[in-house]
């Protein structure tokens, strides 16, 4: 077992500094009412990476390039998806996650049919959504690691202006510029879909602080600073956990001790 840990821990590392920056975002999309948008987009990503890796083997691009460049097929179509669902929606203040449901269902089934035209893609499709940490290069690890530390560093610097400019939007109903927010919100969701999947990436965005609004106890500043604190210590634990079991999926472990930890913390902290 101690073995098998210091073999991964590069990646367990990696994974938990993604992990708490994934959950921070959450928390400012989850305020903004952006949940099921961000779903979408996140599909849209993946829609984008299995449409990249289709053309690229079918050019017979070399395998290590592949990873790599379809980062930008995957940004391409998410960004594609994020501008769709605003004109979809504009000017509808009813049952606007109808409709970025109905759009993450066509995104889905256009996965889905991708992976079809690409009879190669049948693994892909499972990677790409279910994801696999436990199969990170040391080189993957340590971009994921960088990625998730600057990510984390500019929530952390500027969370007090998102927390207003969440305020204002949804509450005060003031409209405000989130280029900046959105660009690097796009970003990171297609970053994390192509290196670790959509379940760790979705899972990490909503399940701590969705959990976590059922203590009516917890206060802003402790329910992000929980929100990355689960988070954290759910992908260590959870994939510990994974390597112990190996009969056990890595990625829906952790979820499924993201769910349980917080619930937990929840419980204990809306008494």
Not at 41 to 62: F, K
Not at 84 to 91: I, M, S, Y
Not at 124 to 148: C, M, N, Y
């Amino acid at each position: 077992m101690l073995a098998l840990l210091s073999i991964y821990k590069f990646t367990i590392l990696a994974g938990a500094v993604l992990a708490p920056a994934l959950a921070l975002l959450g928390c400012q999309l989850a305020a903004r009412d952006r949940a099921v948008q961000t779903l979408c987009v996140a599909q849209g990503a993946t829609l984008g990476v299995l449409l990249g890796i289709g053309v690229l083997h079918y050019s017979n691009v070399a395998e290590s390039n592949v990873h790599y460049s379809t980062i930008l097929s995957g940004f391409m179509v998410s960004v594609l998806t994020f501008y769709a669902g605003n004109r979809l929606v504009a000017h509808r203040l009813s049952s606007r996650n109808s409709y970025f449901t109905a759009l993450f269902v066509i995104l889905l089934a256009a996965a889905s049919l991708v992976s079809a035209v690409f009879p190669a893609l049948e693994t892909h499709l499972a990677q790409v959504f279910f994801g696999d940490l436990a199969t990170l290069t040391d080189r993957d690890s340590a971009i994921t690691f960088v990625v998730g530390v600057l990510v984390l560093f500019w929530l952390v610097r500027s969370w007090r202006s998102m927390v207003d400019d969440s305020f204002s939007l949804m509450i005060l109903g003031l409209p405000r510029s989130e280029r900046s927010f959105d660009f690097i919100s796009l970003l990171l969701l297609c970053f994390s879909v192509q290196f670790v999947g959509f379940l760790f990436t979705a899972a990490c965005l909503f399940v701590p602080t969705t959990l976590l609004g059922l203590a009516r106890g917890i206060g802003l500043k402790a329910h992000l600073l929980l929100c990355a604190l689960m988070a954290s210590f759910s992908v260590a634990m959870g994939f510990a956990f994974s390597l112990w079991q190996t009969h056990l999926p890595t990625v829906p472990t952790i979820v499924f001790v993201l769910a349980v930890c917080t619930a937990g913390v929840a419980l204990s902290r809306g008494r």
